[in-house]
Structure formats: structure tokens, C-alpha cells
């Protein structure tokens, strides 16, 4: 017990103690006479218990002065209580140790804070100190300002992000797993050879051949061809619309599901445009595919024969091209490798155990799966690629704009541009909607190192009809 609590005890003890006094006297009182020698010293002893209690009471009562005068006061965190709407401080919260948020969800707090901005016309620290008391990495980050990137300032973002940490290297670890680049060099995957932006890089368009030379003879001349590729930055953007009842939730699934829309609209314009065949470069806009120019092996049939020959009629292209399967790598669809997966053979034994519908090895290679595979009327694409033959550069850095005025094509195709007569087309208010729109910009850009860096297949049914 604490002192208060040790003092209310002796002070009850010391009450009952004098309603037993009271009762001895008033007994003999009744009667007409004195206390008889029992009750006398009954009395006594409980007065001189008294006694002592109330000396007890009195060192307990010093302590507790003393113990109030030595205190130290806690400090509660700062405006911690404040409300959404500009409200006041309702209530001080002692300061906690900081909850580990999951993946990406610190980058959506930061994201929504943004938009609870333009809401509620407040400051964005103001607010996340208000929804988010305990994220003071979140309170840091809105404090400070942030420019918009551009060509001339290498440092954006450099307040946001970290080697160790980071609300946007937070959300780029929680996507780069969802997408296909970003699953090279991890789990046993070869890495790409990643470079610089605007970095001259040599790159050879032709190879050369040795000969055997008897003893005398003339000893052949070979050439082999080079040029150079510089990866310029191509950017990747996306526009996610949230209801202002979305943001103004205060379930936590509400920053889950801001951060998943986020991270769709970039995972599937990336894994698209990195191995669809048809996507070529678009001048000073975006890359072609790694697959593009490449021309395709038609593929075998859907049975575990026609697989086996298959990869045997990949390998072979791969091989002819000075590729070493060392640095190999599968890209196929979920939905072909999960084929794969439940093919059997007439035992009912599983012909590759190896893989499934979330990546894993076949032949011996590792296998990236993607959700957003190219396929025609007549199958998918699986492609097998020289990872080390990939160049590849990465900004690794996101940028995020709000607007709640904004009208917005809702199209994943959009027809209009400023520098053009406009198309008429249908616009949505975000204002009139009551919703806000995020626009996220990534810069990101790739190419073949050598012409003969990948080989695939098209028309792919693997164990389907099997």
C-alpha cells in the first residue's frame, strides 16, 4: 500500500477502536455505576492502542510530505488529445513506447494526415499528433517541409528517407516485394545490375568468335560490336481517389486499405510494362520491355513432356546467347505456376514440387510470379532471364501530391493532355464527390545490357487440360 492508503487503514482501526471506548463507558453509564476492574483495563488498552495509532498516523503523514516534495512530475506528451476538427486538448496521454507499426501503414498515416489537411484546412503535424499520438516518427516527418523532386535537388527526400528507416522507405520495402523488379535479389533470385541514372553504360550489340589455330597458320580476326545506353529518369505515376469518410475513420483498416490502393496502382503499371512483349520504348516517357524486339518460341503443348521440351528449347536460346543459367530467372504468371504446381504424374505424384503459385524454383532456376502477366487467346508468357544482363535504375524515393479540387478522367486510360486539343470526355469532381485524389510519382527505368539477355515462350497452357 502507499502511504495514503496505509494512513486511511490506521485511521479506520483507530475509529473502532474508539467506538469500543465509547461503548464500555456507556454501559456502566446505564447502570448507574463505574467501570469494574475488567472494563478498566479494557479501556486503557484500547486508549493507549489509540495512543500509538495516532503517533503512527503522524510519521506516516511526514513521510508522505516528504515523498510529495521529491516527486518529479511526468511529462505528458504534447497536445496529445487534440481533436480532428480543431477542437481543444480533452486530455493529457502520458507519453508511450512508440507501437511498431506493419509495413507501409506509417507511409499511408503520413499520406492521410496529407489529406486531413486539405480537409480540415489544419496543419498536418497538428493532426498527426492528434490521430497518430504515439507515431512521433510520423509528427517529425509532417514538421518538416518537403520540395517537390526535381532534376536539380539530389537530396529529396533525403528529410523522408533513410538508410536504416523512413516513412517512404518503409512503403518501397513494403512494395518492392509486390512487384516483379523488386523481387530480383532476394530469396535466392540474381540480382539485376543496377546503375545510376544519366550513367553512360557500355553495352555490346554483337559478339565475337576464337578459333583453333594450327601450328604455322594464320590465326582468324574476330570483332564484336558495343554501344552505349544511358538510363534516363522515366516516371511512374498513379492517381488513388479516397472518400473523405475513408480518411476520416478511425478504424485502423482505414490506413490498410489507403496503403494497398497505393501500392496496386504502382505494382501493376510496373509488371506490365517490364515484360509485356507489345510495350515498346516511347521516347523520353517510359521504357520498352525487357521483352520487346525479342522474338518468341511458341510453346510445345500443355503436358509435363511439353513443359520438359519447352524449357529445354529455352534453355537453348538462352544458352546460344552467351547467357549462363547461373544467373536465370523464370517470370510467369500465378495462375501458370500454380498449373504447374497441381500437375501429377500417373502416380499421382507431383511432377514439379518445386514450384507454386507464389514463386519457387522449376529446373533448377528461381521463379518470379506475377498477378499482372500479359496473356492472349492463346496463353500466357513465361519468360527466362540474365539478370546480370538487366540494367536497371531506381530513384528509390516517392513523391505524393493531394488535391480535393481536382476534376479527374476516371480511366486507367486517359485521353486528355494539356499540351493537346482536349477530348471530351466525363470528368469527376473530387469536391463535388466529397473525396480527395493522391497522386504518387515514382522514378524508375530499365533495359537489356545485350540483345540476347532473355528468351520466352508465348502461347503458354501449362498443365492446363493436362
Not at 37 to 49: C, P, R, V
Not at 244 to 271: Q, Y
Not at 318 to 328: D, H, V, Y
Not at 441 to 455: F, G, K, L, M
Request: proline share 5%.
Amino acid at each position: 500500500m502507499n502511504y495514503a492508503q496505509q494512513i486511511a487503514s490506521l485511521k479506520a482501526t483507530h475509529q473502532a477502536k474508539d467506538k469500543q471506548m465509547q461503548d464500555i463507558m456507556a454501559t456502566s453509564v446505564a447502570e448507574g455505576r463505574s467501570l469494574d476492574t475488567a472494563e478498566g483495563e479494557q479501556f486503557d488498552t484500547l486508549k493507549g492502542e489509540c495512543e500509538q495509532l495516532e503517533k503512527d498516523l503522524g510519521r506516516l503523514a511526514y513521510l508522505e510530505r516528504q515523498a510529495a516534495s521529491s516527486a518529479k512530475p511526468v511529462e505528458p506528451s504534447e497536445r496529445a488529445g487534440q481533436s480532428v476538427n480543431g477542437g481543444f486538448v480533452s486530455a493529457l496521454q502520458l507519453k508511450r513506447p512508440p507501437v511498431q507499426a506493419a509495413p507501409g501503414i506509417r507511409f499511408a498515416r503520413y499520406t492521410r494526415c496529407l489529406g486531413l489537411s486539405h480537409v480540415y484546412k489544419q496543419s498536418a503535424i497538428d493532426i498527426g499528433k492528434s490521430i497518430y499520438p504515439d507515431d512521433e516518427g510520423i509528427h517529425l516527418l509532417l514538421r518538416a517541409a518537403v520540395p517537390a523532386a526535381n532534376t536539380q535537388n539530389e537530396d529529396w527526400a533525403g528529410s523522408l528517407v533513410s538508410a536504416e528507416s523512413g516513412v517512404v522507405a518503409d512503403f518501397l520495402e513494403y512494395l518492392r516485394p509486390m512487384t516483379i523488379l523488386g523481387k530480383f535479389g532476394t530469396g535466392g533470385i540474381p540480382s539485376l545490375n543496377e546503375i545510376p541514372f544519366r550513367t553512360p553504360v557500355i553495352t555490346q550489340t554483337s559478339g565475337g568468335n576464337a578459333q583453333w589455330v594450327g601450328e604455322g597458320k594464320a590465326k582468324p580476326l574476330t570483332s564484336w560490336g558495343y554501344g552505349r545506353t544511358t538510363l534516363e529518369p522515366r516516371k511512374v505515376a498513379a492517381i488513388a481517389v479516397a472518400t473523405m469518410e475513408l480518411l476520416k475513420s478511425s478504424n485502423p483498416k482505414a490506413d490498410t486499405k489507403l496503403r494497398e490502393e497505393l501500392a496496386r496502382c504502382v505494382v501493376e503499371r510496373l509488371d506490365i510494362d517490364f515484360v509485356d512483349p507489345g510495350k515498346a520504348e516511347v521516347a523520353n516517357v517510359s521504357p520498352a520491355s525487357i521483352l520487346n524486339g525479342v522474338t518468341a518460341i511458341p510453346s510445345s503443348g500443355s503436358d509435363a513432356d511439353a513443359i520438359r521440351a519447352d524449357f529445354m528449347a529455352l534453355a537453348a536460346a538462352f544458352i546460344a546467347g552467351n547467357n549462363p543459367l547461373s544467373t536465370g530467372v523464370w517470370i510467369m504468371s500465378s495462375s501458370t505456376a500454380l498449373a504447374l504446381s497441381l500437375l501429377q504424374n500417373p502416380l499421382g505424384q507431383t511432377e514439379f514440387p518445386g514450384i507454386g503459385m507464389s514463386g519457387g524454383i522449376l529446373f533448377g532456376l528461381p521463379a518470379i510470379v506475377s498477378e499482372y502477366m500479359v496473356r492472349d487467346t492463346e496463353g500466357s508468357i513465361v519468360a527466362l532471364v540474365n539478370a546480370r544482363d538487366i540494367l536497371y535504375a531506381d530513384e528509390s524515393g516517392l513523391e505524393i501530391r493531394v488535391s480535393g479540387e481536382a476534376s479527374l478522367e476516371m480511366d486507367d486510360a486517359p485521353t486528355n493532355a494539356s499540351a493537346t486539343t482536349p477530348a471530351e470526355t466525363t470528368l469527376v469532381s473530387m469536391f463535388q464527390t466529397n473525396s480527395l485524389a493522391f497522386l504518387a510519382e515514382r522514378s524508375v527505368n530499365w533495359a537489356r545490357a545485350r540483345e540476347d539477355a532473355v528468351a520466352w515462350l508465348s502461347g503458354v497452357t501449362w498443365g492446363i487440360g493436362s
